[in-house]
């Protein structure tokens, strides 16, 4: 017997439903043309006779060992973590009203913006306050995070307590005194990144280069110099573990942050393949800069003198990961000091503000100025009485 006509169901070929029956529709041909694109000329650099090829290659090399695998090892790390620990975070916002603020700032300054989405979905859903809505964003740090542990762990540990304590004390400040409520009534889930839902053939194609990479990268770090065998080995781990990390991210259906019920290892091959590229952007541009335009940045930054840190906290509050992670670099490789680190670590709001725009943009407008004062307060006590530090 033939089905009715209204008892067929036709999946377009380009669209995909997740549990709920919402459509998942992949990103926008044109970002993924642009990504493509970028890619493209990389490649094209690398393969270029003379300075150009042999900078870009160093620098694709440099970028790998010494930052994209230990990234990488701690996302996987972290978010397998947070399988096998997970709990009703919302539930325990309901029933523990007195601890929101300090446990949205926990949340927050876990690396990632994960946590920091979990308390902006339970703001606009009426779980928890303006305070912690502010608390979370002040102690995010976003990816950048992920990046700092992986390569100044001795940095990361002042940087990501000091963000979680001003994240209390403003979140309680904030609700001592603020009354404002910004509510929005959609449904919070609509606003979450889309799922990719299994493990892919190239999440585990980005860890098969990764994992001589990270013996490399731990080898770096013991001061072991590269010739020889060992040069061959980083240069051919290096440019596999680009080449698919770049794949990754040209045609990549997220933008930038994965669905924290993915699995672990699709989300670090997602996460670290986008903190990758801005990384090797940053190690590009300090390079082309220096080699080809005879710009000294490291003199430049020296310039702007006590400006820094209210630049790196102008940058924090550009929507986004980012330039979060390009500041966090410019500071790796010496060229910003820490106070404008920390100033852009404890303003800026990661991918988080986005989800906070799309429901709440005022209660999100609002917060983010609240997080630029505990921001500037810090960074210029850094700056101007403790500047040795780390």
């Known amino acids: 017997m033939a089905l009715a006509p209204e008892t067929i169901r036709v999946r377009t070929p380009r669209s995909r439903q997740d549990r709920t029956g919402r459509s998942l529709r992949p990103a926008p041909a044109t970002a993924r043309f642009e990504r493509i694109g970028v890619a493209v000329l990389l490649l094209l650099a690398v393969a270029m006779p003379g300075r150009l090829g042999e900078i870009t290659l160093a620098s694709l090399v440099d970028a790998y060992v010494q930052v994209s695998v230990f990234v990488y090892a701690t996302l996987l790390a972290f978010f397998l973590a947070e399988d096998i620990f997970d709990f009703d975070i919302g539930g325990f916002f309901r029933q523990s009203r007195l601890l929101q603020i300090p446990v949205a700032s926990f949340l927050g300054a876990l690396p990632g913006c994960g946590g920091a989405i979990i308390v902006v979905a339970s703001y606009t859903s009426g779980n928890v306050s303006m305070g912690a809505v502010v608390a979370t964003l002040t102690a995010t740090m976003g990816d950048a995070a992920f990046l700092l542990i992986a390569t100044r762990p001795d940095a990361a540990v002042i940087v990501l307590p000091l963000a979680m304590v001003a994240g209390v004390v ?221």
Not at 173 to 181: A, K
Not at 273 to 283: D, H, N
Request: charged share 10%.
């Open 170 to 390: 403003t979140g309680y400040v904030v609700d001592l005194f603020d009354r404002s409520h910004f509510r929005h009534s959609g449904d919070p889930s609509a606003h979450m990144p889309r799922r990719i839902w299994r493990i892919r053939l190239r999440d585990w194609a980005f860890a098969v280069p990764a994992l001589p990479g990270l013996g490399l990268g731990i080898a770096a770090l013991f001061q072991v110099e590269f010739t020889g065998w060992l040069e061959l080995a980083a240069t051919v781990a290096a440019l596999a573990g680009m080449a698919i990390g770049f794949a990754i991210w040209a045609i990549s259906p997220v933008r930038n942050l994965t669905h924290p019920d993915d699995p672990a290892l699709t989300r670090a091959a997602e996460e670290t393949s986008f903190i990758t590229v801005w990384v090797v952007a940053a190690f590009l541009a300090y390079e082309y800069l220096d080699q080809f335009a005879g710009l000294d940045l490291a003199a430049a930054f020296k310039a702007a003198g006590p400006l820094l840190p209210l630049i790196a906290i102008g940058v924090g509050f550009i929507p986004g990961c980012g330039p979060q992670v390009l500041v966090t670099t410019l500071y790796i490789n010496g060229l910003i000091p820490f106070a404008a680190l920390l100033g852009n670590a404890i303003a800026n709001d990661g991918d988080a503000l986005f989800p906070a725009l799309a429901l709440t943009p005022r209660a999100a407008l609002i917060a983010t100025l609240y997080s630029a004062i505990p921001a500037v307060i810090l960074a210029y006590t850094f700056f101007y009485f403790l500047p040795g530090i780390p």
